[in-house]
């Protein structure tokens, strides 16, 4: 390099530094929360610069298995990043450190190492399964350095985040994030080594299939349980925030979702392979290995997950039914669609469409049951509890636009056909086979959820309208009248010396509907009861 | 910890680390493989198309084969990508022998976003004690030397 490229090189370097010292330097008038959101992004992306180009260089320097080199132009390229961006990271990473003894709770401090985690744990994790796959399993030569640099990076930010540990609402965001790559590849690597041992099983019984090679897949997993068990089995230092609540919600229905997808996949091959003439069983079968595996990890996963949500119905448990319910509906509406689409598009059920209708079917039977479950204990049982959460709101208002425009989209296509045969005579109409029965099925899902939506909205405007009231009961035992009045009744319960005034489930009801939501004097004796309007 | 040493620490461990990568990289050669063995020609060949010296790739060619081209149609048809190479397995019966490389293209070394890579077979014979690249071969502009292929 010229004398005069290695000046204008430092002169851009020292303009650089200079511009962001400028910037850095300037303090918000009073309004400075310490969040400093865009200092850490920009902090972010001259560290993941920094970082690969480092790692470019280390692998330059240590290539794995090279046969012809060509280094000149990835040495260049890897210098000047490094050249340009750690000088950046470094000031920024002062001026964040600083700064964040003075503002603790900054939420940018754990969007940093969120996005940090997210990009090198990830680089971390695919050259650190590249690198032991070549040592021990098949893969093409990797090399090792940059797998040091990429853990060097992770191993630095892990034990700053120790000596200044993220606060605030999003803290556990970067742990969930690890926990959600280590537990993704565990995931693959694990599907990967019982599809191998099932094939190996069904490749006894049947020359269709053979085992694949497991050692890449030992080589996965090698990997990326270490990851998810440090990210996530390791105590966590407090009850479960929003970030490991979403997670755990996310997990949970990813896994039944794609667990109850092997099943269907498994029952309408099956059915697919006695009702047609699907050939050679060991062919037809020959996705069991897969869909097992698939299956029985997927129900791993949802355990492990569900059972961390608890059994008491919080915002998580709803998000987690809502989510299954949703999906349900949004697969039924489709399979319905299917179905009818395959039934006016050929005129029987025999023939080469019989597997499509078999799978529709099935699919629209078993998405009907699991709306049906999750929908019918989130609806009547729950609405009060319910009506003003988010997850209820997102799925009656959120799927209710979704399918809104789906359906006015199918209508606006079916109308489009409709004028073109008005207006041509002679168009062909078979989209319509499609559109028209998605237009209904999707029109009766919106009007479903926007009914349901408004006996929400009454019963809020309902909840709104009751003024507090107080109710005064004598008696000698008052049973669980207290607990059967609306929440906003302010109950007094004045005990008799006697015994007399006994009040009875069925008398406790007849008093509740009789004082409604007024105040009241309410008097039990031998001969039953009395109310009096009380102000 | 002395104050002034923690705070230059890590800036310090990352020049070194840069500098020492630096040296490495630029003084490093890949293993060289004997020119009289099928991955020495492979490797010769691929190592000079790399350079841009297409007359001396021409010459690892089988002469008689790509006796209708000539070292500007292996040029016209060399990707300008920049590329390196790794050896895969090599096989070898009698005067014939089988060398796979793999040729990846690009600079960048993330694994967020990997080279693209070719995996290309070489097919090698041996006159007079010489091994020759024969066969359709990278960069493939065979076609385009006449009726031999």
């Known amino acids: ?535 | 910890m002395n104050e002034g040493i923690r705070r230059w620490a890590l800036p310090g461990v990352i020049a070194g680390l840069v500098v020492a990568l630096l040296v490495v990289a630029l003084t490093r050669e890949p293993a060289q493989f004997d020119a009289g063995t099928p991955e020495g020609v492979v490797q010769r060949y691929l190592q000079a198309i790399s350079d841009g010296s297409f007359e001396t790739a021409f010459d690892y060619l089988d002469s008689e084969l790509y006796k209708d081209c000539d070292a500007t149609d292996l040029a016209r048809h060399t990707p300008v990508e920049p590329f390196g190479a790794t050896l895969g397995t090599s096989t070898w019966n009698g005067d014939n022998a089988f060398v796979e490389v793999t040729i990846q293209f690009g600079v960048t070394e993330n694994p967020l976003e990997p080279r693209s890579a070719s995996y290309e077979s070489f097919l090698l014979t041996r006159s007079d004690g010489a091994w020759m690249i024969s066969g359709k071969v990278w960069p493939y502009f065979a076609w385009e030397c006449g009726e031999n292929f």
């Open chain 1, 1 to 535: 390099m010229s004398i005069v490229g290695v000046l204008a090189l430092g002169l851009i370097v020292v303009g650089v530094v200079l511009a962001v010292r400028r910037f850095t330097d300037r303090r918000a008038d009073g309004s400075d929360d310490g969040n400093d959101v865009i200092a850490y992004l920009l902090l972010a992306a001259a560290v993941g610069t920094a970082g690969f180009s480092l790692a470019s260089l280390a692998n330059a320097a240590f290539p794995a298995g090279t046969f012809v080199l060509d280094r000149s132009q990835q040495v260049s390229i890897a210098l000047a990043g490094v050249v340009v961006a750690a000088p950046i990271a470094a000031i920024f990473w002062r001026r964040q450190a600083e700064r964040r003894s003075q503002y603790p709770e900054s939420a940018g401090w754990a969007l940093y190492l969120t996005v940090i985690e997210a990009v090198f744990m990830t680089a971390l994790v695919i050259s650190g399964f590249n690198f032991l796959n070549w040592l021990i399993g098949d893969g093409s030569s990797a090399t090792w350095a940059n797998v040091l640099i990429y853990a060097g990076i992770v191993t630095y930010h892990e034990l700053e985040s120790r000596r200044t540990p993220p606060m605030g609402d999003s803290r556990e965001l970067p742990r969930v994030v690890g926990s959600a790559i280590g537990l993704i590849a565990t995931v693959t690597a694990v599907t990967g080594l019982l599809t191998w041992l099932f094939e190996t099983a069904y490749a006894t019984f049947t020359p269709r299939v053979g085992g694949e090679e497991p050692l890449t897949w030992l080589a996965l997993l090698i990997v990326a349980l270490p990851v998810w068990y440090r990210r996530w089995r390791l105590p966590w230092p407090a009850e479960p925030q929003f970030s490991r609540n979403a997670w755990l919600f996310v997990a949970s229905a990813a896994g039944i979702a794609i667990a109850i997808g092997a099943a269907v996949y498994t029952a309408g091959q099956t059915l697919i392979f006695f009702a047609t003439n699907a050939g050679e069983a060991g062919r037809h079968f020959g996705f069991l290995p897969a869909a097992v595996a698939m299956g029985a990890v997927s129900i791993g996963v949802w355990a492990h997950h569900r059972s961390q949500m608890g059994t008491e119905r919080s915002d998580t448990v709803r998000a987690y039914r809502y989510a299954l319910a949703a999906l349900g509906l949004a697969a039924l509406v489709g399979s319905a669609t299917a179905l009818t689409a395959l039934a006016l598009g050929s005129g029987d059920f025999v023939g080469t469409q019989t597997e499509g209708v078999i799978a529709s079917a099935l699919t629209a039977m078993v998405a009907l049951w699991v709306w049906w479950h999750f929908w019918s204990g989130s609806s009547e049982m729950a609405r009060e509890e319910d009506v003003a959460t988010t997850p209820r709101r997102m799925y009656l208002l959120g799927l209710a636009v979704v399918m809104g425009l789906i359906s006015a989209g199918a209508l606006t296509a079916v109308l489009v056909v409709l004028f073109q045969i008005i207006i041509e005579g002679n168009v062909d109409g078979s989209d319509m086979a499609i559109q028209a029965p998605l237009f209904v099925y999707a029109g009766i899902a919106t009007w479903h959820l926007l009914r349901e939506n408004a006996a929400d909205r009454a019963l809020v405007e309902s909840d709104e309208s009751i003024t507090p009231f107080t109710v005064t009961i004598v008696c000698s035992h008052p049973g669980t009248i207290s607990a059967m009045f609306h929440e906003r009744a302010q109950i007094h319960v004045i005990y008799r010396a006697d015994d007399a005034g006994r009040i009875t489930p069925e008398m406790a009801s007849e008093i509740v509907a009789e004082v409604g939501h007024r105040s009241s004097l309410v008097w039990v004796d031998d001969d039953g009861y009395r109310i009096a309007p009380a102000n």
